[in-house]
């Protein structure tokens, strides 16, 4: 690339005139200037998944992308990411999908931005940028999930915290859609999000999820939830709670509802897990969209607000909010005036929400053990959501568990297992797990 001094990546620039590959691609880096700057991978990378990544520029202008989901040590064209996306001066918000073929492993990726647009993997540019990152590949999670892919929060301190307590005079709620790409329960639900200031009581506030269906056609001129479908209060104990992420350099908080916004508001992100009784849970259908709405708040008034966390990945339409549930219109959800990503308040960019959705599986029921010929064989009937089911045996039925069981059989598919009975006088105890 030409150095023009105005189009570029990042803070700083150098020319790579020679790329000097090595294995963390960082050889020009070393050898000149550490330019690689402009380029934030902002979640994990998972065949099936959303990637996510923070683009930085220096004025408006187009970027071209690659990364080798295959790992064959070449960006062929079928692993372009962006072609010629536009940019605005400052940060970009941007989403790709990750292949279900993505090979897991450490894997390299390539950015190009100029005022052109139109360029290629190697080649002359008149001005602008490339920037190159080594960047991981992960394993499929296969935990179930009952959506499109997980909402990951944003913990860098672009990461907003929306409030959604109730309070005297304001109640606030927010909602984001999802896509069912299961039929089953909703059982197991996660959000992740923080205080304001960091001010809490630990394992107190009262949290109300709901589930609705989808209006694509709402009447401000975007989609928002239609018909309430499914509730559930979740008191201290119904869920569990931990620190996930400490930004450091804080992230911002904001009250739609006040028009409040700080940067930043607070440093540590919680996650928060429901897990629900299948007698309890929605039944959803697979290709429907629904909304997950979330609001909180305490037994008697307290002086603390809890903010449901942004997401990085970006599905379908922005999320929404009412202040004065269930009187008020729902209201289109996007980044405020001063956020990095619009800060003068001239971009409509689009807000999600973070959570992910799957189905726990309940511990196998109606477990039987019988003696047949010369094996012992149990039984147990098939289990919502379960890929597989582990087999476990201990002389002591008292035993701490795992750790005191023998682990007789990993991931069968079946609902019945056997093996030959034991010797005279000897006895032995059965348990069995259900995972997806």
């Given at each position: 690339h030409i150095l023009d001094g105005v189009t570029y990546l990042g803070a700083q620039i150098d020319a790579e005139p020679d790329g000097q590959p090595d294995?963390?691609?960082?050889?020009?880096?070393?050898?000149?200037?550490?330019d690689e700057d402009g380029v934030l991978f902002v979640c994990p990378l998972i065949p099936g998944e959303q990637g996510a990544v923070y683009v930085?520029?220096?004025?408006?202008?187009?970027?071209?992308?690659?990364?080798?989901?295959?790992?064959?040590?070449?960006?062929?064209?079928?692993?372009?990411?962006?072609?010629?996306?536009?940019?605005?001066?400052?940060?970009?918000?941007?989403?790709?999908?990750?292949?279900?073929?993505?090979?897991?492993?450490?894997?390299?990726?390539?950015?190009?931005?100029?005022?052109?647009?139109?360029?290629?993997?190697?080649?002359?540019?008149?001005?602008?940028?490339?920037?190159?990152?080594?960047?991981?590949?992960?394993?499929?999670?296969?935990?179930?999930?009952?959506?499109?892919?997980?909402?990951?929060?944003?913990?860098t301190s672009f990461g907003v915290d929306v409030c959604v307590m109730e309070e005297l005079d304001m109640t606030r709620i927010v909602a984001d859609d999802f896509l069912c790409v299961e039929s089953g329960p909703i059982n197991s639900i996660h959000i992740w999000g923080s205080w304001k200031y960091d001010e809490m009581i630990p394992d107190n506030v009262i949290f109300d999820l709901e589930i609705w269906s989808d209006n694509p056609y709402g009447p401000s001129g975007w989609s928002e939830p239609l018909e309430w479908l499914w509730g559930k209060q979740f008191v201290p104990g119904d869920y569990t709670e931990s620190p996930y992420y400490d930004t450091?350099?804080?992230?911002?908080?904001?009250?739609?509802?006040?028009?409040?916004?700080?940067?930043?508001?607070?440093?540590?992100?919680?996650?928060?897990?429901?897990?629900?009784?299948?007698?309890d849970a929605y039944m959803q259908e697979a290709g429907t969209i629904y909304w997950l709405s979330v609001r909180t708040h305490f037994e008697e008034l307290l002086p603390f607000q809890f903010g449901w966390k942004s997401s990085v990945n970006?599905?379908?339409?922005?999320?929404?909010?009412?202040?004065?549930?269930?009187?008020?219109?729902?209201?289109?959800?996007?980044?405020?005036?001063?956020?990095?990503?619009?800060?003068?308040?001239?971009?409509?960019?689009?807000m999600d929400m973070a959570f992910y959705i799957d189905c726990h599986p309940s511990n196998p029921v109606n477990f039987t053990i019988s003696k047949v010929g010369t094996n012992i064989t149990l039984q147990w009937d098939p289990v919502l959501c379960a890929s597989y089911y582990n087999v476990y045996s201990s002389t002591d039925p008292y035993a701490t568990f795992p750790a005191g069981w023998t682990l007789e059989a990993l991931h069968i598919t079946t609902t019945?297992?056997?093996?030959?009975?034991?010797?005279?006088?000897?006895?032995?105890?059965y348990r069995v797990t259900a995972e997806n």
């Open positions: 294995a963390t691609a960082t050889g020009d880096d070393l050898a000149n200037l550490d930085q520029a220096s004025t408006s202008g187009l970027l071209n992308a690659w990364l080798d989901f295959d790992c064959n040590s070449s960006w062929d064209a079928g692993e372009q990411i962006f072609t010629d996306r536009s940019l605005v001066p400052g940060w970009n918000s941007l989403n790709f999908p990750v292949p279900t073929t993505a090979i897991p492993g450490n894997t390299f990726a390539r950015f190009r931005f100029d005022t052109g647009g139109g360029l290629g993997v190697t080649g002359l540019a008149s001005e602008g940028e490339v920037e190159d990152y080594r960047v991981l590949i992960e394993e499929n999670l296969h935990d179930g999930l009952k959506m499109h892919y997980h909402q990951w929060p944003d913990t450091t350099n804080g992230e911002c908080w904001y009250d739609p509802c006040t028009g409040e916004f700080l940067n930043p508001g607070d440093d540590i992100i919680w996650e928060y897990d429901f897990i629900i009784p299948d007698a970006h599905w379908n339409d922005d999320a929404v909010y009412q202040c004065m549930f269930p009187a008020g219109p729902w209201i289109e959800l996007i980044y405020p005036t001063g956020h990095p990503f619009n800060p003068e308040g001239i971009y409509h960019i689009s019945t297992w056997s093996e030959p009975v034991s010797g005279a006088g000897s006895k032995k105890f």
